[in-house]
């Protein structure tokens, strides 16, 4: 007789987390797939970064948020100067999230970096100028995802250790105030 297995945890969003891989692994297949079948450097470099902003697009305003909980831009201000903006949500709701969802989003937005990096190194070595400029524009965009999805959890922590404090502070002088009130 076998043991009872707690089930499995599925991933909560399985259609979000289709079509956070499926634009990573689409412009990354179509690069390397189109060396075979392709012998135009301007369709493989519109599709391909035609694939990876899509990529970009669905991962900063659709995943991040129902995947991690967080959202990220960048705005000029009026003296021209370039201020990050973060969303999260609230801690409670950041605990309940699907763990098997964030590690998929976290570990696919490094992986994707990881494999433009890669396949730079063999542009690189194969001489190949024009195919990374393909391949920069490709990594930047991902670059920037990492940069500005770790700058908000980053933020989300720090307003959590706040709110932690200020509840913390908030109860310790009730009490306080609640003791010297009945003496």
């Known amino acids: 007789m076998e043991p009872i297995q707690p089930p499995a945890e599925n991933y909560a969003n399985p259609r979000t987390c289709f079509f956070h891989v499926l634009f990573k692994a689409g412009s990354l297949a179509f690069y390397i797939l189109s060396a075979l079948f392709v012998n135009n450097f301007v369709i ?7 694939l990876a902003a899509l990529d970009f ?3 900063k305003n659709v995943s991040g948020r129902i995947l991690v909980g ?6 000029i201000n009026d003296l021209g100067e370039s201020v990050w903006k973060f969303e999260s949500l609230d801690p409670e709701s950041l605990a309940r999230l699907n763990k098997k969802d964030s ?13 433009w990096i890669i396949l730079g190194i063999f542009s690189l070595i194969r001489l190949q ?6 391949i ?3 990594l930047s965009l991902s670059i920037a995802n990492i940069i500005g999805f770790t700058k908000c959890r980053k933020d989300a922590k720090k307003q ?4 932690a404090t200020q509840t ?15 003496v």
């Open 44 to 50: 493989i470099f519109v599709v391909t970064v035609f």
């Open 57 to 59: 697009w669905v991962v």
């Open 70 to 75: 967080l959202r990220w831009w960048n705005e």
């Open 103 to 115: 590690w998929l989003f976290w570990w696919s937005l490094y992986l994707t970096a990881a494999a």
């Open 129 to 134: 100028a024009d195919y990374l400029l393909v």
């Open 136 to 138: 920069a524009v490709c």
């Open 160 to 163: 959590f250790q706040q709110f």
């Open 168 to 182: 913390l502070a908030s109860r310790v002088t009730s009490t306080i105030q609640s003791a010297f009130s009945v």
